[in-house]
């Protein structure tokens, strides 16, 4: 969600306003650019590819694009 939300910094300010003692903590690992990872998820939902991909491909880094 970190990689696409549009309302995040907006969700982590309630939560800190709601919860002043907890620890927010952004992600369960390091984020990737963000950039690609919108046109790894932008060639999951739009594929272009033949044979098709999910987002198992994604996460294991497997994801094929092709060159613009």
């Not at 970190?2 to 620890?23: G, N």
């Amino acid at each position: 969600m970190t990689a696409l939300c549009p309302f995040l910094a907006r969700y982590q300010k309630v939560i800190a306003a709601a919860y002043p003692d907890l620890e927010i903590v952004c992600g369960t690992h390091t984020p990737r650019d963000t950039e690609q990872f919108r046109r790894e998820v932008h060639e999951l939902l739009c594929p272009r590819l033949a044979p098709r991909q999910d987002m198992t491909d994604l996460i294991k880094g497997t994801l094929t694009i092709p060159k613009p």
